[in-house]
């Protein structure tokens, strides 16, 4: 154990995170993170403060709910500044212990800081850094930096937080010390998502009662294979004339996609919600918008490579609607296999298709599941996540 830098109170937590994309930027790993933090701000003897990049385009009085250390963007002194705003929230904060996000990125950072100030060093892993996707390229592990950096964080780190058993086999095989190794899942706004007042915007994007709508929800990158549901779709279409996709986030080359298919009276491109960058007007998660177009759909599909995680699943469940993944996804952890949640076999179009239109076909079956879908996940609150975290922190503090 390292020596400490001052006398604490054994039954306080006072954590630094560490991180460099935050909230209101958008993603899975900075939405964690800032539910974390609040949540976590909310707990009896416990304060956070969340160290993070300059994102100059955030202003400086966004109203998080906790303490924010922002560096000034400088140039060539931004990664300098950005050390610094850290020592100023270890130093203010009083912090006991450092959380690092991603393990090439806030997790490396926080072990070398917390080796300076003489703190515990927690790491999580959110997926990209330890995950390999040859044909794609996908992964840090193809980047000779990042593989360092990876392996000096699983080295020094006193834990490493994985969100999956998928991904704690991730780590253990890049040769994590397994005993420093806890699978702790990311939360979700169960209550808050609950407490979304009910919008029916199926009339918004031209959605009958009787269509069986899928939704997707993210940003179109190539380890998410959105041409792998286009190409089952289109496989459909004869077949199932009422089936409707509506795909949430950026539009980027999607309506590419769906012409080169031609899936425009089947797919539904919605853009960003919330439409700009997190929100940056201080609208907090969930977004009513986003909870409600969820419960527009009947099933949520991700055909992704790999997914160590995806909280997007996680949202879904919460409210109500059961999912369809792949197989390399780790929120299958806490999915029911053939009740909230199924799994796609075998990875083709024609394989995808099938199961569409079968799930299709059992439109009205899965209707009528949707609280027992939902209550499927309350234990994954964030408050119930924030206790666990709180308890394994103050292992290290003993």
């Known amino acids: 154990m390292r020596a400490r830098w001052f006398e604490f109170d054994m039954d306080a937590m006072r954590l630094g995170i560490v991180t460099e994309n935050h909230f209101p930027r958008l993603g899975g790993m ?4 800032y539910a974390l933090a609040a949540t976590l701000s909310r707990l009896p003897d416990t304060s956070v403060g ?3 990049a300059a994102m100059p385009e955030v202003p400086r009085d966004f109203p998080y709910p906790y303490s924010v250390y922002r560096p000034r963007s400088f140039f060539y002194l931004t990664p300098y500044l950005y050390r610094q705003s850290i020592s ?3 130093r203010r904060e009083g912090s006991l212990v450092l959380l690092g996000q991603i393990l090439h990125g806030g997790g490396y950072t926080a072990v070398k800081m917390a080796e300076r100030f003489h703190l515990p060093a927690v790491a999580a892993s959110h997926g990209s850094d ?5 044909e794609i390229g996908h992964g840090a592990g193809f980047q000779p930096e990042m593989t360092r950096r990876v392996a000096y964080t699983l080295a020094g780190a006193d834990r490493i937080l994985a969100v999956s058993r998928m991904n704690r086999d991730m780590i253990l ?3 994590a010390d397994p005993a420093k190794v806890e699978i702790l899942p990311n ?9 979304v007042p009910e919008e029916d915007l199926r009339g918004r994007y031209g959605l009958g009662p009787e269509d069986f709508v899928v939704i997707t929800v993210g940003r179109n990158r190539a380890v998410k294979r959105m041409a792998l549901l286009f190409k089952a779709l289109a496989l459909v279409r004869a077949d199932a004339p009422h089936l409707r996709c509506l795909c949430v986030g950026p539009r980027e080359d999607l309506a590419a996609l769906v012409e080169n298919y031609g899936l425009e009276q089947m797919v539904i491109l919605t853009g960003r919600v919330p439409d700009r960058v997190g929100g940056v007007s201080g609208q907090a998660p969930p977004f009513p918008e986003l909870v409600n177009l969820y419960r527009a759909a009947d099933l949520y599909v991700s055909v992704s490579h790999v997914e160590a995680f995806n909280m997007s699943a996680l949202d879904a469940l919460a409210a109500g609607v059961p999912i369809l993944v792949s197989g390399q996804q780790g929120v299958r952890d806490v999915m029911v296999e053939g009740q909230t949640g199924f799994t796609l076999a075998e990875e083709t179009p ?4 099938s199961m569409l239109l079968d799930l299709s076909r059992r439109r009205e079956e899965l209707r009528s599941r949707r609280e027992t ?5 309350a234990h994954l609150s964030w408050d119930h996540v924030a206790r666990q975290l709180r308890d394994l922190l103050l292992t290290l503090l003993a």
């Open 30 to 33: 900075e939405l964690a993170t």
């Open 50 to 52: 969340v160290a993070c």
């Open 88 to 90: 100023t929230m270890i």
């Open 130 to 134: 330890v995950q390999r996707v040859p």
């Open 173 to 175: 095989e890049l040769g």
């Open 187 to 195: 939360g979700c706004l169960y209550q808050e998502i609950g407490a």
């Open 350 to 353: 024609e394989a995808l298709a």
């Open 373 to 377: 879908i939902r209550q499927s996940v």
